[in-house]
Structure formats: C-alpha cells, structure tokens
C-alpha cells in the first residue's frame, strides 16, 4: 500500500479528500522537502501544488502525486475538488494556522472543511511507525552522531569552554555526512549538567567534572538523538554512584520495551528504579519520545502516555538525574520496538568514560 492509501485506510469512509500543507508532513507524502507547497489527495489520486522555485525539482523527485504548478492556488483546489466531486476536506488541525483556516473557508465556500483531529491523529500514527526506508535513514544519522562522539572525546579536556565543545561537535557531525543537526547541540559541564536542556556557554571544563552531551544528526530528514554523560579525571563517589543508578534504570527500561506495553508502562520502568533510589523528584522530564522526521514527536514513553506502542515505533529511552547546583547525569539511546523487545540503535559504551 501507498502512503495515501494506509492513510485513508486509517480515515472515516465518510472523509472525501485531504489537505495536507505542513512542511513535515508534505515531505513524508513526497519525500521531497520544500518550504512551501499544499498537497490535496482524493481516495484515488493525490496532488502536488508547488510554485515556480520548486518546480522542476517537485517534477524530477515526487512520483506518490501528480505535480502542479501554483498559479491560483484556490482556484486550482477547488476545480480538483469538483473533478472528484469531493464535498469535504479534511485538514491538519493541530498545525494548519486560524488564518489559514479562514482563508480555506472562505476561499472554498462550496465545500465542507473538517477541523477535527482526525486527519493530524491519522498521520501521526502512520508516522509513528518507521518503514524500512525510515529505519535505514535514523540508521545512517545516528551512525554519523556515534561517529562524531568518538572524534569529540578527544578533544574535551580541562580548559575547553562548552561552547567550544558544541561547535567541534556540530562540525563533525557535518564533516561526516549530517545534512543539518537534530537540534542545538547542549554541550555542559560541571554544575551546568544539571540543567536538563541547558544552553552551552563559556563556561571553562575544569578536571572532576560531568560533561554532558545531547545531540543528533539528520539524514534525508530523519534524525537521530543520544546523550552522553563523561567525566574529565575520575569522578567521585556520588558522581560514580549517581551515574550508575541511571545506568541501571536505563538498561532496565531497555529490557523491558517492548510493543504492546503503554507509554506510561515504559517510563516507569525507569522511573521506578530512580524513585526507590531517593531521587525520583531528580527526574523531572519524561523517559523518551518518538523520533523521525522531527526530533520529537508520537510516540511518547511518559507518565501520562496512555497509549499503546506499537511495533515499529523508533523512542528515545533517556533516564536522569539532576541535582540543582552540583550536577546531571542523562544516558539516552533510542529503539525500534518489536513484538519481543526492542532493537537498540545507539552502540556508543556506556561505562563511565574518563577523560
């Protein structure tokens, strides 16, 4: 099956036609990225709708539609929709704008626009599980991220800023193939690590301490996301003893995932293990979430996630433990779940790495 049919598969028979207009979601019905463009898709034929810039690109890469150049755009969705005599679309309601709606509205008068959540619910499940093609693509980007933190291990050292460190990072993740980064590098030492999503800064790396590193690279538009926590010297004992109580929440939570169980079920895997530790009010942010073609999106392995993983589904797997004003320590790798288990895509070590 084609994308567009799995995609009315999952739709209500009574829902006639799609409008599809985010620049995530064209790109995962095209394989193709543009900062513009509408996609219309009928149950027997889907459209492309691109301007000039992208045009001759649009006509050598898409084959799942046919190509359009934009010259009117509503003029043109509405003779389509009369050529399939559509009487309703159904749009992305959890991306398209209020503007745009009226704009829609106002411009297809003779058609209903369905505002629910059924069209963004229906592609987000769809893009919660990864075809072959997907896996190979996250495959590829984390291969480029585990190479790069290989080739930044030797470059941290007491001395080096963060900032100094995040930028290394970033450019090797580019040296080696990375068509963009999955999000601003968080490159932090010492007390800094505390802050989950702190932002690197000229803070200098001083020997004894955590350094922690969260980052990914994107390939053909998946990415890829890891954290590693490493130590400039050797740590001390509550460093070593901190760490090896996320260690052992995140290999718990490894051996545990599997498709069929809940979000909540995973995270609290983990959550458990921290908990019973005394630090569970350390670990303030969800265990992981889904990643593809953006870094965060369905499904979530979180506390209030009451629904079910699916086989197929790629999630992060990241326990933590953060201790205001002294220092954090995060592990995350991230799998595919399986009917048996999970297929874990992070190969980097996991021992405390000493510098």
Do not use: W
């Not at 309601?93 to 229906?122: G, Y």
Request: proline share 2%.
């Amino acid at each position: 099956m084609t994308k567009f049919e799995k995609l009315f598969s999952q739709l209500p028979d009574s829902v006639d036609c799609v409008l599809i207009t985010s620049d995530i979601n064209r790109r995962y019905f095209t394989d193709m990225k543009s900062s513009d463009g509408t996609l219309i898709a009928f149950r027997d034929k889907a459209y492309l709708i691109i301007d000039f810039r992208y045009i001759e690109k649009a006509r050598a890469t898409v084959t799942a539609a046919e190509v359009i150049e934009q010259k009117k755009l509503y003029s043109q969705l509405a003779e389509l929709i009369h050529e399939h005599n559509a009487a309703n679309a159904a749009i992305e309601s959890q991306s398209l704008t209020v503007s745009r709606l009226h704009t829609l509205r106002s411009q297809l008068k003779d058609i209903e626009i369905i505002d629910t959540d059924v069209l963004s619910n229906a592609v987000n499940a769809l893009r919660s599980v990864k075809d072959d093609y997907e896996i190979d693509c996250i495959k590829k980007a984390q291969a480029i991220a585990e190479k790069a933190f290989d080739g930044i291990l030797g470059y941290i050292r007491e001395g080096v800023t963060e900032r100094q460190i995040a930028l290394e990072l970033n450019r090797l993740m580019f040296e080696y193939g990375a068509e963009d980064l999955s999000f601003e590098t968080i490159a932090l030492s010492g007390a800094n690590t505390s802050m989950p999503h702190g932002v690197p800064s000229d803070k200098k790396v001083m020997t004894g301490e955590f350094v922690l590193l969260d980052f990914g690279a994107v390939y053909n538009g998946y990415h890829s996301d890891m954290t590693r926590t490493v130590c400039v010297g050797e740590p001390d004992d509550e460093m070593r003893r901190i760490y090896n109580i996320v260690l052992e929440a995140q290999t718990a939570a490894l051996e545990a995932a599997h498709a069929g169980m809940m979000g909540h079920e995973l995270d609290s895997v983990a959550r458990g293990i921290i908990s019973d530790e005394g630090f569970g009010n350390c670990f303030g942010h969800s265990l992981g979430h889904g990643v593809g073609l953006e870094i965060h999106e369905r499904p979530n392995a979180a506390p209030n996630y009451k629904q079910t993983l699916n086989a197929g589904a790629v999630v992060t797997v990241e326990p933590g433990i953060y201790i205001a004003g002294r220092f954090g320590v995060r592990i995350e790798d991230f799998v595919i779940l399986t009917e048996n288990g999970c297929i874990n895509l992070t190969k980097s070590a996991k021992n405390i790495i000493s510098l």
